[in-house]
Structure formats: structure tokens, C-alpha cells
């Protein structure tokens, strides 16, 4: 299992002020639990799933989410 991957909760959101507002539209939130399902390949987006909601962020959008 790559280190990124499992149950984790949301620390904080930072970065990006439209990033970060759009991540919270999207429903997350501090103390939100999301399960970090991996990243596709050669890059790609990161998958994590949270209350019944898969959710493909990018690069950007993931560092903008300390878990």
C-alpha cells in the first residue's frame, strides 16, 4: 500500500483561496474522515472518497488538503 493511501482525516485546508473554497463546495471540511483510494497513473489525479462521494483532485487541489 503506497503511504498516501487509507483512512485519513482532513487537518486543514490551505493554498490557493479559490482552490480551497472549491474543495469546500465539494463538502470538505476540517475533521471530515476521507479514505485516499491512490493515484492514476503517470501522474495523474488523485482519488478519494468521502461520505459516499468519489472524488478525482488534482495535483493542485490535493496539496491544498493536509490529512
Given amino acids: 500500500m503506497n503511504k498516501i493511501e ?3 482525516k482532513v487537518k486543514a485546508i490551505t493554498g490557493d483561496p ?3 473554497a472549491r ?3 465539494l463538502g470538505l471540511f ?3 474522515e476521507v ?5 492514476a497513473p503517470f501522474r495523474g489525479p488523485y482519488l478519494i472518497k468521502y ?5 478525482a483532485l488534482r495535483e493542485e487541489e ?3 488538503l493536509s490529512l
Avoid: A, D, M, Y
Fill in 6 to 8: 487509507g483512512l485519513k
Fill in 30 to 32: 476540517i475533521g471530515q
Fill in 51 to 55: 461520505n459516499n462521494t468519489v472524488l
Fill in 23 to 25: 474543495l469546500r463546495e
Fill in 62 to 64: 490535493f496539496q491544498c
Fill in 35 to 39: 479514505s485516499v483510494l491512490g493515484r
Fill in 18 to 20: 479559490l482552490i480551497c
